[in-house]
């Protein structure tokens, strides 16, 4: 089994900074890709970007919506995937997400279905 608990979540305004942080544990080396979705009160649960956990950790891809703003990367040493967040806007306040997969289907890495692991989230709320 792999755990993953979120961290860095919080309130902030409009063109503000964050950054958000997914510690693992466990059978870590059983871990394909790491992903990060994010799912706003009464919707559904969104897709935000995705990166390899091994082989240099490369990205495999953000969601339109964030890229130029957000970008995703891998500490192996800490077992860390971080999100960085730019230019927040009130459209990305959700409950933030992390998950692992351990299978290396790299074209599914949109599909909530391919993650076997998830964190509880962390809570992010922009105003403006």
């Known amino acids: 089994q792999v755990q993953l608990v979120e961290s860095g979540g919080g309130l902030v305004q409009a063109g503000d900074s964050l950054k958000l942080s997914c510690a693992a544990s466990?059978?870590?080396?059983?871990?394909?890709?790491m992903g990060w979705f994010r799912q706003p009160p009464g919707k559904e649960r969104d897709f935000v970007g995705a990166?390899?956990?091994?082989?240099?950790?490369?990205?495999?891809g953000y969601a339109d919506s964030v890229k130029g703003r957000f970008t995703i990367s891998r500490d192996i040493a800490e077992n860390t995937v971080y999100l960085q967040m730019n230019n927040l806007e009130p459209e990305d306040a959700a409950v933030y997400y992390c998950?692992?997969?351990?299978?290396?289907?790299?074209?599914?890495?949109?599909?909530?279905?391919?993650?076997?692991?998830w964190g509880q989230g962390t809570q992010v709320t922009v105003s403006s």
């Open positions: 466990g059978r870590t080396n059983s871990v394909q890709f």
């Open positions: 998950a692992a997969a351990v299978r290396s289907h790299y074209s599914d890495y949109l599909n909530t279905l391919e993650y076997n692991y």
């Open positions: 990166i390899r956990w091994r082989w240099g950790g490369g990205v495999i």
